[in-house]
């Protein structure tokens, strides 16, 4: 473990954040596939279905989601309003790891209820940030997610951290869209939810990277690690805690810390 002042601690950080919070960063990451479109509804929708997926090797992930955007004729919002039944039946086949058509074709119907019926995604985030935090928004999203009938099987794609979970892959979906890095990597396009809400995306590399540097102490990746965690990187950072991911899983990643 390194041995830092909080101040040398911050200046290590806030000197990595600047190294890997840039641009050609999307190269190689799958933020890459919101960047693509200009309409708000199109960034937020792709942005969820890439993080959705985001586990595993990152070249297959980028693909598969290439895949699904092919799949929803590179217009998901206009996709989600308008297909039939039978428009999804050209999901068949689609896999990631353990997510499939099924999950797809239902993640199609729950979006379009989400925007007919809740006012869209970032209203139904916005409205249950509590205690400068979204994690409690997390869990109330993923009730309204599964509101409607839904397969079984679907529900463990959607993590929920008021039951343990560090829900990696929604932190960095938020990061994506309410962080605005003046880098023009994060989105930025949710302007009602404060990037100081926020928590960092905790996997195997951030998590270690974060041990090693005495910001994290308890052994497992999940939602008691993140309590901690945040508490950590909103002493060096009240403002903007989570633009920390960019220097944790730059370490990890790319200089094997």
């Known amino acids: 473990m390194m041995k830092l002042q909080k101040n040398e601690l911050k200046e290590f950080l806030d000197s990595k954040v600047e190294k890997y919070n840039k641009l050609d960063f999307i190269d190689s990451d799958p933020l890459q596939i919101p960047h693509r479109y200009n309409l708000k509804e199109d960034m937020e929708i792709s942005g969820f279905l890439a993080a959705t997926i985001a586990w595993g090797n990152r070249k297959s992930i980028i693909n598969n989601a290439n895949r699904m955007m092919e799949l929803v004729g590179n217009s998901p919002y206009d996709f ?33 209820n989400i925007y007919s019926n809740h006012n869209g ?48 892959r929604l932190n960095m979906w938020l990061r994506w869209n309410c962080r605005n ?72 990643v790319f200089e094997g810390f």
């Not at 009730?143 to 679907?154: C, D, S, Y």
């Open 80 to 112: 989600i309003m308008n297909h039939t039944d039978d428009n999804l039946e050209k999901f068949d086949g689609f896999v990631h790891r353990t997510f499939n058509s099924t999950d797809l074709s239902y993640f199609m119907k729950s979006l379009r």
């Open 181 to 252: 890095d003046n880098a023009g990597v994060d989105l930025g396009i949710w302007k009602s939810i404060s990037p100081s809400t926020l928590s960092c995306p905790l996997d195997v590399h951030s998590g270690n990277v974060a041990r090693k540097l005495g910001l994290l102490k308890r052994k497992q990746n999940d939602g008691k690690a993140l309590s901690e965690l945040d508490t950590a990187l909103r002493n060096l950072d009240p403002n903007d805690p989570v633009k920390y991911d960019f220097a944790l899983f730059g370490l990890g």
């Open 121 to 168: 995604l970032e209203h139904i985030i916005s409205k249950n940030v509590i205690n400068n935090s979204t994690q409690y928004a997390i869990s109330e999203f993923k009730k309204i997610f599964f509101e409607l009938e839904h397969p079984q099987r679907t529900t463990k794609h959607i993590s929920d951290p008021l039951r343990g979970s560090a829900a990696k």
